[in-house]
């Protein structure tokens, strides 16, 4: 770097000969400070701010790439597209030497070279032992990783604990000079990996802005600190005790960033209380579990030890159920030793054991050694039957006893041996006063003494009252398993309730809507740790703004920084077989051998070796045999931890080629599972061959009455869409995706929803555009639903004439028959029942099944079945029950050959309980409204379900439970209500009414009544208008209203049933004033009134009404 040229870009150029003489080069440049400026006679203050600015920028590119070294020139490095780079967590540290200035100044330069390699050679050592790696050197500053290029569950730990141990192991450096370092710790997302060249040199790079974070948090530190920032301290929980910095304003950075000083590692020794905190979830789904172990403590009680060997996966809840095991399951009188292993100590003797000693003496870091020896003498004064146990355990907690305690004079390997007996008398002294719980947590990272002690420990206990919890993973094979008193529980995954009551429990007062819940669940795979942090994650993505379904999606939520780092560490573990998890992520959590040894680039011996290597390490599970096999990944988030490492280039490169090749190999596949190509085109960037693959999906899926599905393959190819240019192919493949999710929504959301009409709007202006006759008569259909299910006769009537002129235009008798079915449903809406039942005959007579049965997937009814469906219930107004009947029975049985849910529950609503609840069969209606209920649920129907469950209501209502049948009637009728649905509603008031009549409740059947006729009115809708007047009538009679009142309503019932050719409506009248009549001694006038009406009849005299009316009729003669 041309020091003096950089000085003249600043308009400084004056100064270049002080940086000249004094040996200011590019290294130096980054790490001057005020006095350094001053001393190179920089006085002015405006001066020194410009120069401090611009090193800034210069630390900034260095730091942001690590590219650069700026001792070499500033020349654009070339670099090897994504070779091996990864987008993955990295904790970076910057470490930088304190006063090298200063040094460089005061010291020959051999001199000084001496001094950095020592401080060197330091650093790289104490990196290395704490599984970090050293990616530069500049100067007297490292910049160091951990996560890459191996990932470990606790990274950012042991970055912290690596810079706590560097201040301490510089400062002790026997050299002249004492020296002092700053350290700055960040975390985050970067893409590491990229093999840089500058000339002859090479080295891996980082993109993100995490290396610049952690060096301007080194900038900040005092000499002889760890700052971290605030993601590290995240991570971290209560391992450390901290000094909360405040904010620091960094150049570039819009929000201050949030910084902390390490001081020392906490005093808990528990890395879950240290990591939960006091705050614990309830513990969930585990009563097998504790109901063991309350009968394991029992047993122990009764001086019949016992060993419990608590074994399961990283994050199942095995601490968990230690801490249950001391707060719930052996509260009361007794001991508890609590030993916890660390990773960090694996190869220290005897830690756990220290570390509880420790704890039970109350010693702090802070007491000199003659204050920890009073405790420890102080502890082991109840304890000790031994004179020589106090010599012993002071020893092993390193504390010079400085003639206090006999000096022993034993070989280490004796030292040893009576140490570890020391310990167990220890435990057998206190076993003899009360009952002893021992927890040894996570012994796969126990050290061989410890694990020694643990051994003789097992046996000893046998004969003493003592129940000792060992947890550990899977990888520790236990030596103790086999023997009478030891018990070995391997903890599973918990089940989908138990899942949803554990995040239900974390969210706690927040309100998360059960779709979202219910792909958390989904997503961790019943792992407690995965669901408590992904709910957290998702908790605060919504409390950010962002809508908790997508929140709850992997698309919009990547794994939550807690478990980044463990899942990548079992990655990681893989060596090169990670790259076989990476293609097989890409595919999906299922992937078959065959598809992956066609993408894969590796022969088939070493691509076998590769997935035994993955089976065996846990992370995928084997289905099938040989080339046959089908390969899950054991969690979903260990396949998105692969995914996400992959960068984006690559990664569409293998989505094509997957579905590429799916397309030309396995063609079978791609035509049962159009939805996998789609995921793959969309991921591949190709947005037109997804959308295509979206729509057959879909169809698909509608077919199977799937409508969640199929709802959501369509919207995905609707979203897909924003993707394609403007122009005519777009527009035709969402009038595509528009009409065929209209039918979806329907089924789903019901007819009157929101989403439908807007479907249908959008298709509308779509089909204008095109003029295709097709897709304007799926739009018309879907239209003319949603405005008769809403109670809109005058659109209705209007889409009526539109399909009619159509039909006229086009000569279309697929519009012609929509154009009747229409006609049909408005005449019945007016009750026109005459006109009505012409035009639905009409129908049955034109239909050919061979032309005018439409695909489900487009039309929401087909012209037969509404038909059908809708004259049985005219036919059975018209007085024709009988005939009704024969049309129910072929509706049913022909949705049954349609095989299609939604037209099935149309025909179970209204030619089946519909039908059936006119003529008084109540044990057929509710046999129609399980049917519906069930239907309903089986296919996500909820606009039907809320039918099937009204009808069910009312059913048991007219049994002996007329309350609770009553609850259900209201609730639904008020959920359908809320839908906007006002089709069959006044029918559905009438049969509240007359429910409420059969409880007693006339007065308030009747507010029922002007609620019923106060709907009619405001929708225009006159098909209940007869009935609405009788049951009036006949609710006046029983709040004992004048009869000449309930006369006048019976009467004006008839006329209108009369108008409407309503036989059965007029049967019901009459048969209603003549009882009215022949109360009042009106015998006679009662007769000649009910006669005529009966004797109109020509069938269905076995039915309610007409029998009702043949029997009074005969008391009258």
Not at 388 to 394: N, Q
Not at 649 to 663: C, D, F, G, S, Y
Not at 853 to 866: A, Q
Not at 1066 to 1077: I, S, V
């Amino acid at each position: 770097m041309d020091i003096a040229a950089w000085l003249r870009s600043l308009g400084l150029g004056e100064y270049a000969s002080a940086f000249r003489d004094n040996d200011i080069d590019a290294q130096l440049l980054l790490q001057l400070n005020a006095e350094d400026l001053k001393d190179l006679g920089v006085a002015s203050i405006g001066h020194r701010r410009k120069l401090f600015d611009a090193i800034a920028d210069l630390r900034d590119q260095d730091a942001r790439s690590t590219k650069v070294s700026m001792d070499r020139p500033l020349a654009a490095p070339t670099a090897s597209p994504e070779a091996g780079a990864e987008r993955r967590q990295l904790t970076v540290m910057f470490c930088d030497l304190v006063g090298s200035t200063a040094l460089a100044s005061r010291l020959d330069v051999e001199d000084l070279r001496e001094i950095i390699g020592a401080y060197q050679q330091c650093v790289s050592d104490t990196i290395k032992r704490f599984g970090g790696f050293v990616a530069k050197y500049m100067g007297d500053g490292v910049l160091v990783y951990f996560g890459y290029p191996q990932a470990h569950e606790d990274d950012a730990e042991r970055a912290v604990r690596a810079g706590l141990a560097l201040i301490d192991i510089v400062n002790e450096l026997e050299l002249s000079d004492p020296l002092q370092v700053r350290i700055g710790i960040a975390t985050g997302i970067v893409v590491v990996g990229d093999i840089v060249d500058f000339g002859e040199a090479r080295e891996r790079g980082v993109i993100g802005e995490t290396p610049n974070i952690a060096a301007r948090l080194q900038g900040s530190a005092e000499p002889d600190t760890v700052v971290i920032g605030e993601r590290t301290h995240h991570l971290l929980g209560h391992l450390f005790d901290f000094r909360d910095l405040g904010t620091l304003q960094v150049k570039g950075y819009s929000e201050p960033i949030r910084a902390y000083q390490v001081l020392r590692p906490s005093i808990l020794d528990s890395r879950f209380e240290a990591l939960h905190g006091e705050r614990l979830t309830p513990l969930v789904g585990r009563e097998n579990e504790i109901e063991a172990l309350r009968r394991c403590w029992q047993r122990a009680k009764g001086i019949e030890g016992q060993v419990i060997l608590l074994v399961g996966e990283p994050g199942i809840g095995k601490s968990r159920i230690t801490v249950a095991v001391l707060e719930e399951i052996t509260n009361g009188q007794r001991t508890h030793l609590c030993y916890f292993c660390s990773p960090h100590h694996s190869g220290s003797a005897l830690y756990p054991i220290i570390r509880q000693l420790e704890r039970a003496a109350e010693m702090s870091p802070d007491d000199d050694t003659p204050t920890k020896l009073d405790k420890l003498e102080t502890l082991l004064a109840a304890t000790s039957t031994a004179a020589e146990d106090c010599s012993l355990l002071s020893d092993l907690l390193s504390l010079p006893s400085s003639g206090r305690f006999p000096t022993l004079g034993l070989s280490p390997q004796q030292r040893k041996s009576r140490t570890l007996q020391a310990l167990v008398r220890q435990l057998e002294v206190l076993a003899g006063r009360q009952p002893v719980v021992m927890i040894f947590e996570d012994v796969h990272w126990i050290d061989p003494t410890s694990l020694e002690l643990l051994d003789r420990t097992v046996e000893r206990i046998r004969m003493l009252p003592v129940l000792l919890v060992v947890t550990f993973r899977p990888e520790f094979t236990a030596p103790w398993s086999g023997q009478p008193h030891v018990s070995m529980m391997t903890l599973g995954r918990l089940g989908q309730c138990d899942g949803v009551a554990l995040v239900e429990h974390v969210l706690g007062q927040q309100d998360l809507p059960a779709e979202a819940i219910q792909g958390i669940v989904e997503r961790t795979d019943g792992v407690p740790l995965y669901l408590e942090e992904f709910t957290k994650a998702v908790a605060e993505m919504c409390a950010e703004g962002d809508h908790a379904q997508s929140a709850a999606s992997s698309a919009s939520l990547g794994i939550p920084a807690t478990l980044h780092a463990s899942l990548m560490a079992r990655l990681d573990r893989l060596g090169a077989a990670k790259n076989v998890a990476q293609i097989a992520a890409v595919i999906g959590r299922e992937f078959s051998h065959d598809l992956l040894a066609t993408v894969a680039p590796y022969e088939a011996t070493e691509l076998r070796a590769f997935i035994d290597q993955l089976t065996s390490s846990g992370l995928v599970f084997p289905r099938g045999t040989a080339a046959d096999s089908v390969y899950l990944f054991k969690h979903a988030l260990v396949q998105d931890a692969a995914y996400n490492t992959l960068l984006r280039h690559p990664r569409q490169q293998l989505h094509a080629k997957i579905a590429q090749t799916l397309e030309e190999q396995f063609p079978g596949r791609a035509a049962r599972e159009p939805e996998v190509l789609a995921h793959h085109f969309a991921k591949a960037g190709q947005a037109a061959r997804a959308i295509d693959y979206w729509l057959i999906a879909g169809k698909q899926a509608a077919q199977r009455s799937a409508n969640l599905e199929a709802i959501d393959h369509f919207s995905r190819g609707l979203k897909a869409l924003e993707a394609l240019p403007l122009g005519s192919d777009k527009d035709w493949k969402e009038l595509a995706l528009q009409t065929a999710i209209g039918t979806a929504l329907i089924s789903v959301h019901g007819y009157a929803a929101a989403q439908t009409a807007a479907a249908y709007a959008r298709a509308r202006i779509l089909c204008q555009k095109f003029g295709n006759a097709a897709a304007l008569h799926a739009t018309l259909s879907g239209e003319f639903v949603y405005h008769f299910v809403r109670g809109d006769r005058a659109m209705m009537r209007r889409l009526t004439k539109e399909a009619q002129r159509t039909a006229e235009h086009t000569g279309d008798d697929a519009f012609q028959l929509a154009g009747h079915r229409m006609d049909g449903i408005t005449a019945m809406y007016d009750g026109s029942f005459t006109e009505a039942s012409h035009e639905f005959e009409t129908i049955l007579r034109l239909y050919d099944p061979n032309r005018h049965r439409p695909p489900p997937v487009l039309y929401i009814h087909d012209p037969k079945i509404s038909a059908l469906a809708y004259l049985a219930i005219i036919k059975w107004i018209l007085g024709q029950s009988d005939t009704a009947r024969t049309l129910a029975i072929e509706a049913l049985r022909y949705a049954e050959e349609l095989n299609q849910a939604n037209l099935t529950a149309h025909v179970r609503t209204y030619a089946g309980a519909g039908l059936d609840e006119l003529i008084g069969e109540t044990s057929a209606v509710c046999r129609h409204a399980d049917a519906i209920v069930a239907l309903a649920d089986q296919h996500s129907l909820h606009y039907w379900r809320l039918n099937g469950m009204f009808l069910r209501g009312w059913a048991i209502a007219q049994g002996a439970s007329v309350e609770e049948g009553l609850a259900i009637m209201r609730q639904n009728l008020k959920a359908r209500s809320a839908l906007g649905v006002n089709w069959y509603h006044v029918r559905y008031l009438c049969m509240l009414a007359t429910t409420l009549q059969k409880s007693g409740a006339a007065e308030s059947a009747l507010a029922v009544v002007a609620e019923a006729k106060d709907q009619a009115a405001c929708h225009c809708e006159h098909m209940w208008d007869a009935e609405v007047e009788r049951i009036e009538a006949e609710m006046l009679e029983l709040c004992a209203r004048s009869t000449v009142e309930c006369e006048a309503r019976f009467q004006s019932a008839l006329v209108t049933a009369r108008r409407q050719s309503a036989k059965s409506f007029e049967l019901r009248a009459a048969l209603g004033l003549a009882k009215l009549w022949a109360e009042h001694d009106r015998g006679d006038e009662a007769q000649d009134l009910l006669w005529p009406v009966y004797e109109s009849f020509t069938e269905g005299f076995n039915t309610r009404d007409l029998t009702q009316a043949r029997q009074l009729l005969d008391r009258l003669h």
